[in-house]
């Protein structure tokens, strides 16, 4: 029903060719405001925000349902960042002012925030160099964040930085929840592949009150860990949609197209590699669902079960979506037709949060190997 | 039947004082499988006991009706037994093509008389049976089959021979898919029928293995004698009972796929084998390769799960078994390559001590037939192709 | 000819007197590509100068004959002029399909006149050449053309259009596949014809592709006159001359797999990029695909060597090509892949300063392309299994 | 020639058949040595023995042309061991009277040497724990060296051994020439997957004089991997024979049988799939022939070299192999049919001297990453 009427809606109000005059408009935005609030009286962004601050307490398999539907339709939108990842990170972490200030505007989507963590060209939550020092009123922040998904367009940053040098890796950052109009950001939008739009923010002895800390000091990793795993999870349900509606369009394509006088779809070499692909999907579909179940039912222990379902997620749709391309020919390398917005969303989706490569390399540290 | 939470209380509570505390640890080799049948000489007392006592319970078909011997149990309280099974590390107290094939076969297309006939004995693990499906030259072309029963009034005889019979020796009766009709199309003209593997006129030969062993045989038919009664559905519409039948295979031979119970994870053994440097395999360049399997075996784990669960839920297997057919032989090939990279040197010996007999290399050459065994990896991606995704 | 370690010498210091020194490093862009043509505004003086140097020696199409414009040489002086570019590091001085495309096929199949017209100024870089093969809705099956060649007396015309000409809107010149013949069967009745783009009627329309540049055009044929002199071979034998300059149009996309010249090893920027940790690449798992894939590029650079060898000796190159495109094409698009993953988020940049300007990833999208243009992937495997293989 | 006359030779005396039989036979002997005295009559063993030690001086191409044609019949012999491995230690590192008394033996056939070099069930050359101590007249040997090519027929071993404790992995290892009926020594064969006989060596205070070092005391790792890498790429000339056998084999078989009433080489998944081994067969050719004209020409250079050679042709062969059983069927899978001894073969001569990974993080290493 969810995914049935979330499909409806993206494809009447947001299709592929939303995501195309977006980007043939040009400028910064990345995603619709007017899209996003159709969403957000849909009630999407409430739906894994606790009852209580305003949500629908709907858990996250409900949203790892509709990010799958985004996916086909390539819906830009900040469910990820604001309604999944950060919420997660406060509803996690987050003391019982900060939930109360935060979530139920998260949950209207009438506030977005989003995490603001990376700063090399490679996803490394653990290698912080920005400083959080004590101050007399709280802590002062000076750093250097890159790619901030949604980053140009949120009001609130959680940002991680290294409270304390002299622990060792893995401890001595905190997390702290930063107003995008303090004194001392600057945040520089930068357009990607596809027109999504990511964010360098540099902070420059950026003052924050004690209650910006988001959880305990020096312990901030965890909790990021925990609503990275959360992202990477719903990133894979969003990949999972993109894959099976460039799989679906290419095959309903080899049925229509015509070569050497008979569908391109007769030819038995393509219809082996597009069964191989089948079964491919169909285990995508289940680690999916299986990570959007432990993740409502289990939080502590989603970290393997992130990174299993990320790297096949990953090899998967990047493999269906260059297929795709392969069976469209010609007309498949042309921007005027849609098969190429596939290709190019899944690999920002495999980039972001860890590529394949990363979480095959986590999975195994995580078997103890 | 009993609510789900007292199902598994009392379970749990027969299972500790039936199961034998030898038939808790996981297999050691295949001789520690329990086929039954007439022929079959039980290893111990201890795994006799186990049939014996599951058997009496049903539960050696725990889904099958309980008139025939079977549990009679839904796929809820299933759940419920397999997982108090699972808790305990018990064995399956019975391996069996009677529950696998035949059995399911005969439940939705078998005559009255011979599910009463044929089911009973199969829960008590009293009959092994045969399958008779591959002919020598068909190969994957099953259709096309050979094997000629002819009608001679109050029963038919049977001539020609069939191929890849799993235990053909150790059989003591056979389903057999033969042509009834020839002036049929292809199709058409083919019947599915039991029959006694000592009848007159039925013989074996082994089939040797590349991996030195020969768990197949040749079965031969000279004028052996058919009942009437033992036709499964109706004369001459054995290629649908037929196909059924063959998408239980499929799943069954998918479940190669999955990590063995009781087996340790090919991480975990690499770890130990190879040694860590630094919290890593010593062999970097093999990780990727253990990593992406062991995701691929439990995703696959997970989606027979899930197909269960849709099963349950009024759904059709179907063409869904030719993609666990499929997936499940590669996975079980990738896992045996990998098993032997693992195991290095030591993996090719033949016979000595530290490859406990050839055990490691035999398996991964045996490996090399999943994908050839009950339809090639090529008839399932034809079946995929055109029945899932209806590619022309 | 001169002795080779005479013309080594020579070659060196003529080399050295006439190579300017911006021409002797690595190309940083596209734009750094000589192409030639009316068109054709220079980088640079030094740019010009380079190519009307190579061009008065022949050596822009070094092993063309000497009366065409070309340098004269045999295989194993070409090798010691390659060697000596390579040495100094020196910059092809041309890019040019008429070098690598049309003017092999006139060598072969073309009229004495045809030969003396085009060749000298395809040396010369004066005329740059586009490929009127490809049309709309054939895709693979290219003999499928619609293109229509009819005769009016003196001259034919030509109606229809292409699709997938390379910079058709920079090109002179075009060779085109037509129908000469429309009752002819399918591969008969095909001519291979020359003609001027600037003819009144040919028009070019650029198509943008996945990575936002635009290679290619479309480019229509409203009654535009052709010469009945420029016909290649003989008037509907034109598919003979279209197979043969399509091997060399495959083996020329081939070198795509090969690591462009003055480029770093693959390696060798991802432990740039990524850093090592105790000798190995900080990414443990992405070292396994980056060591496959410089050893399988450098192995094709030994093949083709080896197959340049075997021309040589005697041996056609016929279906080798459709190995090399194959091969080739599946290497650069493996290859821009690990650059997409060894750069990382960087590689997402479409137009910031980390990416030069959305270089790595428009290069990425293009690579995509290469298993399609020049026949599919599909198509060559299908020429190897068939012509190579003797499948049926 | 060299080819054709080889060709000829092993499908007239040791085709697949003569493995067979040997396999049939049972015992411990793993090759002939009636056909290894046909062999050598040709001067197979000579080949890459210089001259004045009663060899032919033709350098390694011919062997590894002659090691492809064993390949292809699978044919069982020494030549790996003795005249190709254990020359090239001898040539490249002997001193004159070593080369005077052991090289015109192995250039007849009448001698066997071989590598004793293994202690582990892996490939490790490095790590050596046999000892060699100084005694009066020269040496004390003790260790256990496994899976020994040859080790039960052979007259000569050149043994590893740690001669120096103190100085870092790589260096403190020498090698020694020990006759293998020397007092302390104890062989036990060991049968492998496909009839090849391997060794068990224990050495028990072997006493050796000082002229059974082979080159410069603490450095004999460096003319070990020397000599491995002559036999790695060997390995690889004689694996591209196996899969070249299997290969072409396979594609007869595709133009003959027939299902569904046509030959099953017409159907164009098995023609994609022999297509693209079709070309990575002829990388390895390529990779083949590159690496033994380096060898001849350029040695010190080679393992760099040897490692893209086989890690590529290894991969190649195991693909063509097991490829080669999947297109025959049922019948592939039976001991009746000879296609199956080509995978076992491939198998022993990827796992011998270092698989694909063993030599892939080789090659990584080597070239700096």
Known sequence: MLQQSARDFLNRQAPVKHLRSLRDAGGSKGFSREVWAEMSALGWPAMAIPEEYDGLGFGFTGMGIVLQETGRTLTPCPLLSSAMMAAAAIVHAGDDAQKSTLLPGIASGEALVTLAFDEHTHHRPGQVAATAKRTAGGFCISGHKRFVLDGAMSDQLIVSARTDDRVPDGRGISLFIVPATASGI???????????????????????????????????????????????????????????????????????????????????????????????????KSLVLNALH???????????????????????????????????????????????????????????????????????????Y | MTQPKDFRTQGRAWLENNCPADMRSPLQTEADLCWGGRRFRFQSADQETWLRNMAEKGWTAPGWPREYGGGGLDQEHLKILQEEMHRIGARAPLYSFG?????????????????????????????????????????????????????????????????????????????????????????????LVLFDMATPG??????????????????????????????????????????????????????????????????????????????????????????????????????????RDEVKAGASLGATSSVFKYIGTELNMRRQELLMAIHGLASLDWSGPDSAAGRLPRAWLRSRGNSIEGGTSEIQLNIIAKHILGLP
């Open chain 2, 99 to 191: 529950i696998s094939m035949i059995g399911p076969a005969l439940l939705k297309y078998g005559s009255e008389k011979l599910k009463q006939q044929h089911l009973p004995p199969i829960v008590r693990g009293e009959i092994r049976w045969a399958q008779g499906y591959s002919e020598p030259n068909a190969g994957s072309d099953l259709a096309s089959l050979q094997a000629r029963l002819e009608d001679r009034g109050d029963h038919y005889v049977l001539n020609g021979s069939k191929i890849w019979t799993s235990y053909g020796d150790l059989g003591d009766w056979m389903f057999c898919l033969v042509r009834s009709d020839s002036e049929a199309p292809k199709h058409g003209g083919i019947s």
């Open chain 1, 186 to 284: 600057t945040i520089t939008p930068c357009q990607v592949l596809d027109t999504h739009v990511l964010a360098d923010i540099t902070l420059d002895d950026v003052r924050l009150p004690a209650a910006a800390l988001l959880g305990a000091e020096n312990e901030g990793l965890a909790i990021l860990e925990y609503a990275l795993d959360a992202g990477r999870i719903g990133q894979s349900a969003e990949l999972l949609g993109v894959a099976l509606e460039a799989f679906e369009r290419s095959i309903a394509y080899l049925k229509e197209r015509k070569q050497f006088g008979v569908p391109i779809g007769s030819f038995q070499a393509l219809q082996h590699r597009a069964a191989v692909l089948f079964g491919e999907l169909e285990l995508c």
């Open chain 1, 294 to 368: 432990r993740l409502d039912s289990d939080a502590n222990e989603i970290a393997a079960t992130a990174s299993m379902t990320k790297a096949k997620v990953v090899e998967t749709a990047s493999k269906a979506t260059a297929e795709a391309i392969q069976w469209h020919g010609g007309i498949g390398m042309t921007d005027d037709f849609d098969i190429g917005f596939f290709y190019k969303r899944a690999r920002i989706l495999e980039t972001m949060l860890g590529d394949r490569y990363f979480h095959l390399d986590r999975f195994a540290r995580q078997h103890g």
């Open chain 2, 202 to 307: 039925v013989s074996t030969r082994p089939i040797r293995l590349i991996s030195g062993k020969s768990p197949f045989t040749e079965t031969f038919f000279d004028n052996a004698r058919v009942e009437k009664d033992q036709v499964v559905g109706e004369l001459n519409n054995g290629w649908t009972v037929a196909k059924y039948l063959l998408t239980h295979e499929r799943e069954m031979i998918g479940g190669s796929g999955l990590r063995p119970s009781g087996e340790e994870p090919l991480g975990r053994i690499a770890a130990r084998v190879l040694g860590l440097e630094s919290g890593q395999l010593a062999n970097p360049m093999l990780r990727g390769d253990i990593a992406r399997l062991e995701i691929d075996s439990e995703a696959l784990g997970l989606t027979m799960q899930r197909a």
